[in-house]
């Protein structure tokens, strides 16, 4: 079995089991998440609820206190009526019911004056009655909360009741402004810490805040924008407090609710991040390692070379002392030339090479005229350039070498009859040589895969001859190498793509 398949093989399952291991761990801590933010949410359902039964409790106390103060007043209508009669009355008539409704107002100030705000009558008053003797100042201020009542006196003249809440109601009232005020401090202060903000009715006030940037809740845009935002994500809750006319509570989820909402999707990413690094990490670390492997059996291979070559040139030189036919010895310094040149290619693995301008036309039928005379005579060679000249910085030892490799890949595909179509072309920037052959084609989910080192589709090979083209095109000559097009039982189309600008290599 080819190692790229099983490597792949290997690679989806692993992918598959920590898929699975990712998902078990994501699922939980989602479910830890939704458990938590369940929780948040019944905490603020029981907020809104309190608050809404405060609301109430608050309006019914606001109520009684309307009906107290109603009542207070008409005791002291009853009390001034009571006055009027007492002064009004004949000598025969019984007047105890009136002296004891008189007798009987104990907690509501009053005062009674005449039409020049002269003091004839003081009850139920903190001031000294014997030193004040008109109402005026401070004291008429205190006693004019409500309008006086005003009683018809004998001969069409008018004297004046005025009063103000007891002390006791006083006292109460006190104690309601308070549970307003608490009120108010329980929705902005908040357990579940909800950002809350309270309007008047027409949301142009704000009564109060909590959970709120104190530095924005002055401006009108970022208030409005909040309020918008509140409302579409949660109903208003509308309350009615005493002086306060109708407001409305504007709330939206507390900060841990929200980052409870995204947290699964944020360890999805940071998991995902994590992996990513890792893979390119390793695959960084596996690359580095398969380049030492190259350079260390690439420069094995050019020594290993090296002596048997030195050998066989000097049996060349002693066979033509020995008058061995002279075409026959041509033919062999061919191959020993041959010899070199490979010899040449692997000694310049992992060591810059040099790129000279050079006529790529030249280089491409010099490696075709090699090949021609050792393969097959099925096989038909077609160069077609663009140009007799075509100039750009190569190495040609390196360069040939890519040809080869690409056409006898494409007289394998063919088994050997058919034909290969090399074509040369150029732009302003680029270089091309498309080649073409008649071969059984490559799939194209292995179009990137025929480039990794170690992969064949033949029974016997290393699958080494296109992964040393890439890394020679793309890594010494900057440029790039990929199949165009591929038809199955119809061929393949390679192309090299170079740099017309000479770079400078060290």
């Known amino acids: 079995m080819n190692i790229y398949i099983k490597k792949r093989r290997w690679k989806f399952l692993l992918f598959i089991i920590l898929m699975i291991i990712f998902f078990l761990s994501l699922w939980y801590i989602d479910r830890v998440a939704n458990q938590i933010e369940s929780d948040q949410r019944n905490k603020i359902k029981l907020w809104v609820d309190a608050i809404t039964k405060k609301a109430s409790l608050v309006n019914a106390t606001d109520t009684f206190f309307t009906l107290l103060q109603a009542e207070e007043r008409k005791k002291v209508e009853l009390w001034a009526n009571a006055n009027v009669r007492l002064i009004n009355a004949e000598y025969y008539e019984d007047l105890t019911f009136y002296l004891d409704i008189i007798k009987g107002n104990n907690t509501i100030p009053v005062i009674l004056t005449d039409d020049k705000n002269n003091i004839s009558l003081a009850k139920n008053v903190d001031f000294n009655v014997d030193s004040v003797k008109t109402l005026s100042g401070k004291i008429r201020e205190d006693f004019s909360v409500y309008p006086p009542i005003e009683i018809n006196y004998i001969r069409n003249k008018k004297i004046y009741l005025y009063y103000k809440d007891s002390k006791v109601f006083t006292g109460l009232k006190d104690v309601l402004n308070k549970q307003v005020k608490a009120f108010l401090s329980e929705i902005v202060t908040n ?38 935002s509140m409302e579409a994500d949660n109903n208003t809750i509308m309350v009615n407090l005493p002086g306060k006319e109708d407001c409305i509570v504007f709330y939206r989820d507390s900060p841990l609710l929200i980052q409870l909402k995204y947290f699964p999707y944020i360890q999805f990413i940071i998991i995902g991040i994590f992996i990513f690094i890792a893979y390119m990490l390793f695959s960084t670390s596996r690359r580095s390692e398969q380049n030492k492997v190259w350079l260390g059996l690439a420069k094995e291979t050019a020594h290993q070379l090296g002596t048997p070559l030195s050998s066989l040139m000097a049996w060349v030189e002693l066979l033509r002392l020995k008058g061995i036919d002279e075409e026959t010895l041509a033919e062999v310094s061919k191959d020993i030339l041959r010899l070199e040149t490979i010899t040449e290619r692997f000694s310049k693995i992992g060591s810059e090479p040099k790129l000279e301008s050079q006529n790529i036309v030249d280089v491409i039928y010099s490696a075709i005229d090699y090949l021609k005379k050792r393969t097959s005579k099925k096989i038909s060679y077609i160069i077609n350039p663009a140009s007799p000249e075509i100039i750009v910085p190569l190495n040609n030892y390196l360069f040939e070498w890519v040809v080869e490799n690409l056409c006898k890949n494409a007289i394998d595909a063919m088994s050997g009859t058919g034909t290969i179509e090399i074509t040369i072309f150029e732009d302003d920037r680029n270089v091309y040589v498309d080649i073409q052959d008649t071969g059984k084609g490559i799939p194209k989910s292995k179009f990137k895969t025929i480039f990794n080192p170690g992969y064949t589709s033949k029974k016997t ?12 095109i793309e890594n010494y000559h900057s440029g790039k190498i990929y199949v165009k097009s591929s038809n199955l039982g119809k061929g393949t189309l390679f192309r090299i793509q170079l740099n017309k600008a000479k770079k400078d290599f060290k």
């Not at 949301?203 to 409005?224: C, F």
């Open 191 to 228: 357990a579940p810490s909800v950002p809350v903000i309270v309007t008047d009715a027409h949301r142009r006030q704000v009564i109060a805040y909590g959970n709120i940037d104190t530095l924005m809740i002055n401006n009108p845009d970022y208030v409005s924008r909040t309020i918008q």
């Open 461 to 472: 090979g290393w699958g080494l001859g296109l992964s040393l083209s890439e890394r020679i």
